[in-house]
């Protein structure tokens, strides 16, 4: 089971024979192993793997090459002696339709074409150089400014099919794109071997946590974060916050100094957007025009849903770009975390590829990076032709979960990151198509992936987090037990009602953890309950337009797409009241039962001025702007480039001259650790009356009438005296105008105490008040109109 050279020329590492070998011994990628590397790629159909050894990224030939040998498992292996790490390799693939020829030589060879795709969907093309599924590093982007400003070629090149290729502005002799020879180009795998510590797991449990989903690069490229430890300079409890050196903003080495910050926000883990090797190299910033409103339009892929690299941290939020740079980098940031108390999550989009969907009508034309160019049949959802991808996704070319090389592909890739990577929890992207089965691809709730994928993270102590919907359909509360989910409908029920909506009935059930769909999943800390996500407004936005605002200018878009359908308010204009909002939503999230999520920069007022769609735009406007904590006017600051932030926040006048949010959302997060009522796990009180559970009790302003639908004003109770705590009462108005609210007689001895108001009025002291000193009341109180008010029996 060894290699043979291909074509005459010998490589400088030594072949190992494979006799005997076990098949067994090998997992997939490149492994080092007692000095020598194991190579196994699957491609069950092709005919023929060809391993090259490159000693240069780009912009030369391989060096060396070797043919693998396949197992009946379909896995192609080989290995070779005294591999250095960081050693760049690639391969290619023939297959039934384009059997090997030899006549076929590297530079654009047609010999052996048959068909770019046959009839059981096979899309082998020698040309096109692929880089391992299991690369632990790529080398680079598919695109790179330099592939295209100093040698003039473009993605065109990976595709397949007859059209012409020819680079930028037709600056090489055209060829047809099928026979164009990427090995010169391709992104190239690394060999890695790392043993980084990530520290130690905080172990945090589910019930406790609070998360704050962020994206690495947009968290600090901001300039404002190299002054971050002075921004917050007086500000108890941030004393440990220091600020991000100027050379490592927006990468890896610099999110793990917000570390520090993130603990003093009360924050439990931090929820990464997708880190995983995409395409994301071509971007505004520093070419012509970038940060200016000519020149540059806006383009590249800043959230990352595209992901084509499951096993490698992408290589540009790294500031040590060496082979092996980017995993130690990654590590180091977990440990950071891990040493702060922190858990780290990644976002994953294992439902499609970043080779994309088909490039036109005729099915002839697609891109061959990795995936496809293995094993097109057996990675994707073919339609009943195998021309065509089904598609659940909007990106073309959903994977097919219901084989067993994507399932084992999904599972090793979990497998990696927490394993080897420190990682404390996934949150899968279009979580719906990992239960796609059959040939209508119909969802399987209780499918054998979502169930494997919960036990392990079960017997690994791992989170898991579905986003379970695409456009093939909404399946939150169906996922199996172990499961937690993005809770859209919770999103849907709270704008709804804290605009005025009245549909009491949707928010008390989403408030009270939504039984129906969380009971048979293990609880309510399975609902992930949340206002906004990266995808759509920041709650500056929700409360300050009624309609998206995409079509705007860089820095700040322009964007396509976009939900119309916000349950938006602009709060009629009126700064003060937009405030009340942010506070009214803060603070009945985190009185919700369920897990909280927040999106960065939400704590102190970010605005996108209205962009509720900025997947493309890495700019100054959209990034961190952590000079907004450091007043009481944070969309009047600079946005440190061009582009002015709309004033949608106004002057909060917080007493301390600290951004007023920001000091409310940092007691909201010590209210709930502090109360037990508020991180429950069971749903007793609603299934048996057992009362050994906290109960949540509903009623209207009095007290004792019960709530109906078209009610704006609830009486809203948190009972925890089955658990010896002491009752907490929300009053929620969201009537125009202010109500009186009874508060019930309290036990012998006690007293309400007021703890928060959302109302204007409060602002000066902070709309808050410490628990133990918290002002008594009687037995009314005035609810000023679109507020909330929080008492605790004291």
């Known amino acids: 089971m060894g290699f043979a050279p291909h074509h005459p020329s010998v490589g400088p590492f030594s072949q190992v024979d494979g006799a005997s070998w076990e098949a067994a011994t090998y ?133 397949s099919g007859p059209d012409p290729y020819a680079g930028l502005e037709d600056a090489h002799p ?38 704050y989903e962020a994206h690495v690069r947009g968290l600090t490229r901001h300039r404002s974060s190299t002054r971050l430890a002075s921004l917050l300079a007086g500000v108890a409890g941030c004393e440990a916050v220091t600020d991000v050196p100027d050379e490592l903003r927006g990468t890896y080495a610099g999110a793990a100094h917000v570390a520090p910050y993130l603990r003093a926000l009360g924050i439990t883990a931090i929820e990464l957007l997708p880190v995983h090797e995409f395409a994301n190299d071509l971007n505004p910033e520093g070419s012509p025009g970038w940060d200016r409103n000519v020149d540059e339009p806006p383009h590249g892929n800043y959230w990352g849903y595209m992901t084509y690299g499951f096993f490698a941290p992408d290589l540009r939020y790294a500031h040590d770009k060496t082979p092996g740079g980017p995993t130690r980098e990654f590590k180091q940031m977990v ?54 991808y089904w598609d659940s996704t909007g990106c073309g070319n959903n994977l097919d979960a219901s084989n067993d090389v994507v399932q084992r592909l999904i599972l090793d890739s979990l497998t990696y990151w927490a394993r080897e990577m420190g990682v404390d929890g996934f949150r899968f992207d279009l979580a719906t198509v990992l239960g796609r089965t059959g ?119 322009p964007s396509d797409g976009g939900a119309d359908n916000n349950l938006s308010w602009d709060s009629g204009g009126d700064r003060a009241l937009r405030r009340q909002r942010l506070r009214n939503f803060m603070t009945v999230l985190f009185c919700s039962r369920g897990v909280p999520m927040i999106v960065s920069g939400d704590e102190f007022g970010r605005t996108q001025n209205g962009n509720n769609n900025p997947y493309k735009i890495d700019s100054n406007a959209i990034w961190n702007n952590w000079a907004m904590l450091a007043t009481t006017r944070p969309n009047t600051v600079p946005t440190g480039g061009s582009g002015v932030y709309h004033d949608n926040y106004g002057d909060d006048e917080h007493p301390n001259g600290c951004n007023g949010l920001f000091q409310f959302v940092r007691y909201l997060t010590a209210l709930r650790r502090a109360c037990d009522s508020l991180r429950v796990t069971s749903f007793g009180d609603l299934v048996l009356d057992s009362g050994d559970d906290v109960t949540y009790w509903f009623k209207r302003e009095d007290g004792s009438t019960d709530v109906r639908d078209g009610d704006r004003r609830i009486h809203w109770r948190i009972d925890g005296s089955a658990i010896g705590e002491r009752d907490l009462l929300l009053c929620v108005n969201m009537h125009a105008w202010s109500s009186d609210f009874l508060l019930p007689p309290p036990e012998r001895d006690r007293c309400w105490r007021r703890l928060i108001d959302t109302a204007a009025w409060a602002e000066p002291e902070g709309n808050c008040w410490p628990v133990e000193s918290a002002p008594a009341m009687s037995t009314h109180y005035t609810v000023q109109a679109y507020s909330v008010a929080v008492f605790q029996e004291r």
């Open 27 to 159: 997992a997939l990628g490149a492994h080092v192993r007692r000095g020598d590397v194991e190579f196994a790629v699957y491609a069950r159909h092709a005919t023929r793997v060809l391993l090259e050894i490159h000693t240069s990224a780009i912009d030369a030939d391989c060096g060396y090459d070797y043919w693998l040998q396949q197992g009946p498992d379909g896995i192609w292996r080989g290995r070779l002696r005294d591999v250095p790490v960081g050693t760049l390799y690639g391969f290619r693939c023939w297959g039934p339709n384009w059997p090997f020829d030899p006549a076929w030589s590297r530079g654009n060879s047609a010999a052996g074409f048959v068909t770019d795709v046959d009839a059981a969907g096979h899309r082998y093309n020698p040309n096109k150089l692929l880089f391992d599924p299991y690369a632990r590093e790529l080398s680079h982007d598919r695109e790179t400014p330099e592939m295209k400003n100093r040698y003039r070629h473009h993605a065109g090149m990976y595709g």
């Open 174 to 211: 055209p060829v047809p794109r099928r026979e164009f020879d990427t090995g010169r180009w391709a992104p190239k795998s690394v060999v890695i071997d790392d043993d980084t510590s990530f520290g130690t797991r905080p172990r945090i449990k589910e019930k406790d946590a609070v998360i």
């Open 335 to 388: 440990r950071a975390f891990h040493e702060a108390g922190l858990e780290v999550y990644l976002d994953v989009v294992y439902n499609h590829t970043g080779e994309g969907g088909l490039w036109d009508g005729t099915g002839n034309t697609a891109e061959l990076l990795s995936f496809r160019g293995f094993d097109n049949a057996e990675y994707y959802s073919l339609t009943c032709d195998n021309r065509f």
């Open 439 to 557: 040939a209508d691809f119909g969802f399987e709730g209780q499918s054998s992936l979502l169930k494997e994928i919960a036990l392990r993270a079960k017997n690994t102590g791992v989170e898991i987090i579905a986003e379970a919907w695409d456009l093939g359909g909404y399946h939150v509360g169906d996922f199996p037990e172990g499961w937690a989910e993005w809770n859209g409908a919770y999103r849907d029920a709270v704008r709804g009602f804290l605009k005025g909506d009245g549909n009491a009935r949707e928010f008390m059930t989403a408030v009270n953890g939504d039984y129906a769909r969380f009971a048979d999943q293990g609880g309510p800390q399975k609902s992930i309950n949340f206002i906004t996500a990266h995808d759509g407004f920041t709650l500056m936005d929700l409360v300050s337009y009624s309609g998206r605002n995409n079509d705007i200018p860089w820095p700040f878009g």
